[in-house]
């Protein structure tokens, strides 16, 4: 469903690729992704994205029509273009699960191929895993805000273009959403969809009575009434009076949602008229400008909320919109390679991330080590593609979902709680070694 | 180029056609898209998606493959997927120009259709202008903060998805950027692209010097070398040494590219290395982890940079990345409308932004008046579509940025400048008092 062009990359991918093709630069290159630091608000974050990516690498090929477009840009060698037609990815792919835990500085994916395939991949690669690992980890926040209460996304409209409103969809419910309103989402993925009703359909009617009566003979299924569009209590009286007269005609009512005002308030005087009219069963769903902040102190009052619907903040994650993630060569032709730039040194050769638990299950301490060292707990990276190919049946969404929600429920108590905590990670003294070494070499080059 | 489907959307559009359906509410619904309040950091805002969203509304259909899936849901009644067959666009649309500045409570877009399109075009609506428009006004920030200098976007990899690294690239053009590094938007809209070289190119060379004189004999136009993965003022050096080389070779540099630490100074060191060699032609262009504040920063320092590549804090928007938009039913069967809800409250009825301006070419203030009040200045919505075909010819990517350019050239210099300012935008009395009325009569409903 996803548009996997090879012309979706950056133009500095092509022209490294012509000056490797020339020079016959095809010797296996290690990269890595991870991210450099934690932003602010953030104790840990959750990958997610693998199966699009690697529906991408195993897909990775120029079509015709871009071939001849190539050409006919001159930004290329026509036999450098003609030897395009040949690209396809045959390298190895390691990477952690989707709805896993990670921290800064551990690597979540590894890619192992001839250099010029490693380098071509970046562009997308990072673009596909960077924006749904934002969002899992967005959403995770918000599902650990509001224990025991039901999210739902509903931001597509302002996710930035329908791509990322789709994966948006995919990584919320990974990362423990129920759900999505977005019709696409449960097509393509099968996240499960729920809907209410807008402003504009109550505004369409002269009253918010024939609305509400008409909506709940044609759509009688988990009938979700909005309430505010004029005055919340108002609409909730109006709820309590047609209820009745509903289940002569076969209908209950399932939810109310609120999305404006005091929230909080509003959903606890409505939750007041409802049950002094009998009506216990109906849920009270809310929306809104709602984030992690607004989620937890909402629980925190005990507002009587079941269904939270969450836009623009999941879906464009608002308050981390973008992580410090980079993709960097860690080794090329059998040698460990280090990239000293200020403030952007990187921990150099392959690396595998090990997690060790407390035996109550709690994560206790990752550590980043070489591959070739020896096993120190669970291993983080796992093989996904070797030669081009899945070694792997990925998991379902379902079980990405499980899989996540146990990687949540592992957090010490003060990442649980959305504090802030010392990130739990180190780095082995075989891999500082390595680096120091190649710091001393790097200062004292030999001839 | 772009996905379409009509899928793309929230469950309840559909919810509320078939109710619409039912009951035959298909007389002409006007919805108005509008910007609530700035943001932080905003004094004005730039339209930008139109050319998208006209794209969206003359295709609009359903595939049979698409009906088949949703008869599949159990979603609706089998009929109403039947009659989902026949939806298109039968509407009008009413736009302001790409690239027009704009401010909160001004329509933007103008949707006037039977009741049940005008709805269901809402989400695909909002996605397309909504992320163009949130990078258009910020990167408008950013061609303001650096004058005279040339920006290029470096940030689809992590923008949200392939679609937003696309759209991204042509908003910023036409905010005033001078092109994009993503090849897809050179050739899906003709925005000019540039290309330097990634440091993993040059960690897999054993020395800088091979590096740079493979890239230069390889792909030697507009050739820029990046000259930070070591050492800066060291590759600056270098370049020196190898300039006089390569002109032997036929090939001459264009530019350095800096990457990483203080830029300001780094830029000042390599500006008085190559003017010490000679090389006042050299360019020097500086990345990673720039904004309109830095570049302000960097411009009012005098550090001598030439070109800018602007990365995440484009393409993600990362300082706004949502606006507060809405997109509410204004009028329907002839009769407007207006939402009350706390906070959310909307100016009813089908309105023109008109514009006056300073004999000196000065914005000096807009007016929101209902569309049947005479006409005050330079009207700023204009007929797009009629009965679902386009009336008028769209600005070319060309044109929209020369209008941008006049628009940003228009601005009363504090806005120029980036400072805060009262915006200049004035609701008519006659607006008002419908407002007005309407609360008054919902307040005592006749019977």
Redesign the interface.
């Known amino acids: 469903?996803?548009?996997?062009?090879l012309?979706?990359?950056?133009?500095?991918?092509?022209?490294?690729m012509?000056?490797?093709a020339?020079?016959r630069?095809r010797q296996p290159?290690v990269?890595e992704l991870f991210v450099r630091k934690l932003p602010a608000r953030r104790g840990f974050l959750m990958m997610a994205g693998l199966e699009q990516l690697v529906d991408f690498l195993e897909g990775m090929q120029y079509s015709p029509e871009e071939l001849d477009?190539l050409r006919s840009?001159d930004?290329f060698s026509p036999d450098f273009v003609d030897s395009l037609a040949d690209v396809r990815f045959t390298g190895d792919l390691d990477s952690m699960a989707e709805g896993s835990v990670f921290f800064p500085d551990e690597p979540l994916i590894r890619i192992t191929a001839p250099?010029p395939e490693a380098?071509l991949v970046?562009?997308?690669l990072?673009?596909?895993i960077?924006?749904q690992t934002?969002i899992a980890s967005t959403a995770a926040r918000m599902v650990l805000a509001a224990p025991g209460r039901s999210l739902v996304d509903?931001g597509?409209?302002?996710?930035?273009?329908?791509?990322?409103?789709?994966?948006?969809a995919r990584a919320a419910y990974i990362a423990g959403f129920a759900g999505t309103?977005?019709?696409?989402a449960?097509?393509a993925y099968g996240v499960p969809?729920?809907?209410?009703?807008?402003?504009?359909?109550i505004?369409?009617h002269d009253d918010e009575t024939t609305a509400f009566e008409?909506?709940a003979l044609?759509?009688p299924k988990d009938l979700t009434l909005l309430i505010?569009?004029?005055?919340t209590e108002a609409g909730a009286r109006l709820v309590a009076r047609l209820a009745p007269r509903l289940v002569t005609a076969g209908v209950s009512i399932a939810a109310v949602r609120l999305?404006?005002?005091d929230l909080a308030m509003h959903a606890q005087n409505v939750r007041s008229i409802l049950d002094a009219a009998g009506l216990r069963n109906i849920r009270i769903m809310a929306s809104g400008g709602l984030d992690d902040l607004s989620l937890q102190s909402l629980v925190g009052q005990q507002a009587p909320i079941d269904w939270f619907g969450v836009g623009?903040s999941l879906t464009?994650?608002?308050d981390v919109?973008?992580?410090d993630?980079a993709y960097?060569?860690q080794e090329?032709a059998g040698r460990p390679?280090?990239?000293?730039?200020?403030?952007?040194a990187t921990w150099p050769g392959r690396k595998q991330v090990w997690r060790r638990f407390h035996l109550d299950g709690t994560l206790s301490r990752d550590t980043v080590r070489l591959a070739d060292e020896a096993p120190s707990g669970q291993p983080q990276l796992h093989p996904v593609m070797r030669s081009g190919r899945r070694v792997t049946k990925l998991p379902s969404l379902a079980e990405a979902r499980a899989h996540a929600a146990d990687c949540l429920a592992s957090l010490p108590e003060p990442l649980r709680r959305l504090e802030a905590f010392d990130v739990p990670v180190e780095i082995s003294p075989a891999l500082r070694g390595l680096a120091a070494r190649m710091d001393q070499e790097?200062r004292t080059p030999s001839a």
């Open positions: 469903m996803l548009d996997h062009s012309l979706l990359t950056d133009l500095y991918q092509l022209s490294m012509e000056v490797y020339r020079h630069m290159a990269f477009w840009t930004l250099l380098q970046e562009s997308r990072i673009n596909l960077h924006y934002v509903f597509f409209r302002r996710a930035h273009g329908a791509e990322a409103g789709l994966l948006a309103a977005t019709l696409a449960n097509r969809v729920f809907g209410t009703m807008a402003h504009s359909y505004q369409a008409r909506f044609a759509r505010d569009t004029y005055d999305d404006s005002g623009t464009t994650a608002s919109p973008a992580l993630c960097k060569l090329y390679r280090r990239k000293l730039s200020e403030g952007k790097r």
